[in-house]
């Protein structure tokens, strides 16, 4: 299995663009802060890329 992509936590401005456009790797935590879900398989969900790119803080690295 490919690693995970990583979500900084001290970056994340909690703006849901990587839940809404890759809900089968990121979700939202009780923070309201990003986290990537402990089943994610980021090659097979073929969001990750785009959700990274995505996050307006660089807040995900692949
Ligand atoms: S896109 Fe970036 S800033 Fe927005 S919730 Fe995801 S990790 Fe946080």
Not at 14 to 42: H, S, T, Y
């Amino acid at each position: 299995m490919a690693a995970n992509p990583v979500v900084d936590p001290d970056l994340c401005i909690g703006c849901g663009l990587c839940a809404e456009i890759c809900p089968d790797v990121f979700e939202m935590n009780d923070e309201g802060i990003a986290q990537v879900k402990e089943d994610a398989d980021c090659d097979g969900a073929g969001c990750c890329q785009d959700a990274a790119d995505s996050c307006p803080v660089d807040a995900i690295s692949l």
